[in-house]
């Protein structure tokens, strides 16, 4: 382990010194991957540093232990040292959960898209609690959640409902959220008292920049269309909503949410550009032969990960077997238990199977 962080210390120091290089500076593609590589060796440096000096602390414990004499300096080489190993021990599962591979869009902010599914008018509002219960966990993260473009139910919740979340690390904790999640309750419209099973699908794709893929502007058809939902005297009068169509794959994106044609077109490409990197990567990976995440599976919406049992006030992720009984708590944001168990699960996986 030792001679993996002295070698990614030495990377660190390439990486520090390329960085201030004024030809890499020039090009923004290279200087922005330099700048991501700083970011994530400087976190395992920092620790490489600590465990170091535990390690020379302990050398020099054994050393006062092999020669001194005194009982009174023997015992307290004895206790420095029964304490140095506990730290080294810590240190160590620290260490070895920071050398598994990152997946490199952990830092990356995401698109979070999320739409009802079967059900009826019951799935369009289980998919408006599903969008405010990532509403509140955003507040609690101090992220920033951006409207892109939303199709109101008929009985209230959305049809369907895209935004864009920028923050630390958004794409690492949410990109488990991905998949269909299934509720199990007494619908507002249900006149007999009968529990229904509906289910919302959430897509959680890594928000790309240019530098991340290159789209070529001539294969994308641009229409207008007004307005259908919020925006003041703007709505149905002046062709500002945007669709995109990505002609080689038949992706379709629309924005109608600003009241700029042009702010709608930015966000509508936003959307665009990371379904197309979803798209790209998961043949990448398909060509390796492994899961986009091995242990929690595809991340497919169309896999069922989670159900939220109204009349138990029971949520279970079917991945990991974990069921907590606080849905109350659950639906107004406080999903962190679920994200770290997730987390903990892949990593424990991927350390068994050798990957670090």
């Not at 408006?128 to 139910?153: H, S, V």
């Not at 930015?266 to 986009?292: F, M, N, T, W």
Request: glycine share 6%.
């Amino acid at each position: 382990m030792l001679d993996k962080l002295e070698a990614i210390r030495e990377r660190f120091i390439e990486v520090s010194e390329a960085i201030l290089d004024p030809n890499i500076m020039s090009d923004m593609k290279r200087y922005t991957s330099l700048n991501k590589e700083y970011k994530e060796l400087n976190k395992i440096n920092d620790v490489y540093v600590q465990y170091k000096n535990i390690l020379d602390n302990i050398d020099s414990s054994k050393k006062v232990l092999s020669v001194e004499k005194d009982p009174d300096f023997r015992e307290m080489a004895k206790e420095e040292l029964e304490t140095l190993a506990t730290q080294k021990d810590e240190l160590e599962i620290v260490i070895k959960e920071l050398l598994i591979p990152k997946d490199p869009n952990d830092s990356k902010n995401i698109i979070l898209e999320i739409r009802g599914g079967s059900g009826g008018d019951e799935a369009s509002i289980f998919a408006g609690d599903i969008f405010r219960m990532y509403q509140r966990y955003c507040e609690r993260m101090n992220w920033k959640m951006e409207l892109i473009d939303a199709t109101e139910g008929t009985s209230g919740g959305y049809k369907e409902i895209i935004c864009s979340v920028a923050g630390d690390d958004v794409f690492g904790k949410l990109k488990f959220e991905s998949g269909v999640h299934r509720v199990q309750r007494v619908p507002a419209t249900e006149t007999q008292g009968r529990i229904h099973t509906s289910a919302a699908s959430v897509a959680v794709l890594p928000e790309v920049e240019e530098v991340d893929i290159q789209l070529n502007m001539n294969d994308i058809r641009k229409d207008t269309f007004c307005s259908s939902g919020p925006g003041g005297q703007s709505v149905n009068t002046t062709y500002s909503a945007i669709r995109l169509t990505h002609i080689p794959s038949g992706t379709v994106v629309q924005c109608q949410d600003e009241k700029s044609q042009m702010k709608n077109f930015d966000k509508a490409l936003k959307v665009l550009r990371s379904r197309i990197y979803e798209i790209e990567y998961k043949k990448q990976q398909d060509e390796l032969g492994k899961a986009r995440n091995s242990m929690i599976g595809s991340g497919d919406r169309s896999d069922k990960i989670r159900t939220y049992n109204y009349p138990q006030s029971r949520v279970t992720d079917h991945r990991i077997g974990y069921t907590v009984h606080n849905l109350t708590q659950v639906m107004d944001g406080n999903i962190g238990d679920f994200i770290e168990e997730l987390r903990l699960a892949e990593n424990a996986n991927r350390l068994q199977e050798g990957v670090a």
